[in-house]
Every structure is written in C-alpha cells, then in structure tokens.
C-alpha cells in the first residue's frame, strides 16, 4: 500500500495534503481520493504546476486549499485566484442559484472589491538561515496564508528544520504555516513558537511521521494530535 489516506484521516487533523510532483515518491497517482470525514480540509500541493494541471485537480478533487511550492510568482496566484472563482461562480450558476442581478452586492470601488474564491492559495517559501522577507509583499492581495518551510536538496519533505528565530522578523499580519522537519521531538519549541505573538495558525508535518514514504505512521500522528488537544498531556 502506498497511501493511508483514510487510516489518517480517522485521526481527524485539520488539513490533509495531497502531492502533485511526479519527482516526490509521495505524487500522488490515484483518480480519487477517499471520502473524507467532515471538516477536514484537502490540501493540493504543486510545484511550479501550469495553471491547467492545477485547476483541473481541484475540479477532479475538490480542494480546499492549494499550496505553492515552486517559484510561482504574485502574478501566477492572482491568476489562479481568478480561474478558481469562476470556477466557483460557474458552478453556482450552473446549480441554478438565483441570478447574479439578484443578489445584493454591497457598493465597493473596483480597488476594494476582493475578488471572491473558495479555493485559498497558500505560497510556500523555504529558508535555510536567512530570509528576505520583503519578497512577501507583491504577494500578499493574492495569497491566504504563506507556509515556511526548509530549504533542502529537494523540493519539499526533506525532514530538517531551518532556524526558526530568523521568524522573530515576519513583518506581516498574514497568518502562516510552520514547516520543515517537525517531528515528535519538536514539538516543545512548537510550543514556544505559538506562545510568540507571531501569526502562526498551523503546523504541516511529514517525513518525520512515515514509515515510507506516503504512508504514514498513524499511533505517532496520534501522539501529535493529543499534544494539540491537550499541550499539557506527556508525548
Ligand atoms: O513531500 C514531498 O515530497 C514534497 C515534494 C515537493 C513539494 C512539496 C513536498 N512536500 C510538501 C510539504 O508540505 C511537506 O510537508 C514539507 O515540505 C515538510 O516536509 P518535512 O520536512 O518532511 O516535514
């Protein structure tokens, strides 16, 4: 078995992540996804992906969220934030909702006006020991989240963690994910990293919880997930 999607998701995390890479031994290769249970999200991963490729995943899986991990750039995601809400709106329109005339749309100047999506982009930068985070500011209108992560030979799941002080300097409000490496034996300095008043609002964990990989080490995800519902509790 290469995957364990439905074992993991029995565990009920927050967000569960799908690789579209064919370098990564974790690409995933399968017409479908199992269904998950409610609340969790689905997470399409992509490096440097056309806009195509990307587009046509959500529509065959239905993600929640997608996270960028190649060079794309601010433009790249404004685009896909445009493709993807007219995905939305086609569907909508195509389920019979009332007509867009019909609804009242509060008077905004085009400037002001979000441009709506149900599908969230999150960027992924990865750091090694330094970070310049002006780079992040082109980015910022067309991204929900951004996601640190650690440099490495490789594109992403290289299992090592980037110092995490270089973080002390985010100049943003935009809430992010903490990456790279993050096993059992660090969660204490997790611990530390959310006492911050950084905006960190997930952890996204990988290599360090596999048996191989794809297939990951669930009686360990269920030692993650208890230290989330109750830091208190021992690992
Ligand atoms: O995991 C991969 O093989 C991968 C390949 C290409 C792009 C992204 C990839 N993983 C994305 C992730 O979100 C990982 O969870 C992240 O890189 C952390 O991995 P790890 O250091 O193993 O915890």
Not at 200 to 221: C, H, M, R, W, Y
Request: hydrophobic share 40%.
């Amino acid at each position: 078995m290469k995957y364990n999607t439905a074992a993991v998701a029995a565990l009920q995390p927050d967000y569960l992540g799908f690789i579209f890479y064919e370098k990564s031994p974790r690409n995933y290769d399968l017409e479908e996804i199992p269904s998950l249970p409610l609340g969790i999200k689905k997470v399409g991963v992509f490096v440097n992906a056309s806009l195509d490729f990307v587009l046509e995943k959500v529509q065959q899986f239905g993600f929640d969220i997608l996270q960028l991990h190649g060079n794309e750039s601010p433009e790249y995601c404004s685009e896909l934030r445009k493709l993807n809400a007219e995905l939305v709106s086609a569907s909508y329109l195509d389920n019979e909702a009332p007509a867009l005339s019909e609804i009242e749309v509060p008077a905004l100047s085009p400037v002001e006006q979000p441009v709506p999506s149900s599908v969230e982009v999150w960027k992924v930068f990865s750091i090694k020991d330094a970070f310049d985070f002006s780079v992040l500011g082109a980015y910022e209108p067309y991204v929900d989240a951004f996601l640190f992560d650690t440099k490495g030979k490789e594109k992403g799941g290289n299992g090592y963690t980037f110092d995490w002080e270089v973080l002390k300097d985010y100049p943003s409000k935009k809430p992010f994910v903490l990456s790279g490496g993050i096993g059992l034996d660090e969660l204490d300095s997790v611990k530390n990293m959310l006492k911050t008043d950084l905006p960190l609002f997930a952890i996204d964990v990988n290599s360090k919880f596999e048996d191989q990989p794809g297939l990951k080490n669930t009686s360990d995800l269920e030692k993650l997930l208890c230290f989330f519902r109750n830091p208190d509790s021992a690992k």
